[in-house]
């Protein structure tokens, strides 16, 4: 993933952001980049790759994903990747600056059941994306 968010042959600059509140849990970008990556992750692991529909399964039933993310994420670290589905996530692009907000005022798509931090800027799409995990629209909302 480059530093713009943007994933091979993906949507331009797609990342990681729940909604207009704080911050996303490590969890959320973790199932973000599952969402965004599963066919390639599935593809690296090889026999190991069940563990991608185990997580994508857990959170198409609304289960917690946690632990089979954390599966994942080992067997991601064992193949030599030193960042896993949690380290792939940049939470800042830039310099900060104190009392400016940290997320653009614009409008985004987000994951359509509020569960990962998945995000793509309407700007940068014509069509709706899809959720790669439940196959539904992405939800339209407005940064603050």
Do not use: F
């Not at 990681?16 to 992750?41: H, M, T, Y």
């Amino acid at each position: 993933m480059s530093e713009d968010g943007t994933v091979g042959g993906g949507v331009l600059r797609e990342g990681n952001a729940v909604g207009s509140e704080a911050a996303s849990e490590p969890w959320q970008d973790g199932l973000a980049l599952v969402c965004e990556q599963a066919d390639r992750i599935r593809a690296d692991l090889g026999k190991s790759g069940g563990l991608v529909d185990r997580v994508v399964a857990s959170a198409r039933a609304g289960d917690d994903v946690k632990e089979p993310l954390d599966a994942l994420h080992q067997a991601i670290l064992a193949t030599g990747d030193v960042l896993g589905v949690y380290g792939h996530t940049a939470r800042h692009h830039g310099p900060v600056v104190a009392g400016i907000a940290q997320v653009p005022m614009d409008v985004v798509y987000l994951c359509p059941a509020g569960r990962c931090s998945r995000y793509v800027w309407a700007a940068d799409t014509v069509e709706v994306p899809v959720c790669r995990i439940t196959g539904r629209a992405l939800r339209r909302d407005r940064l603050p």
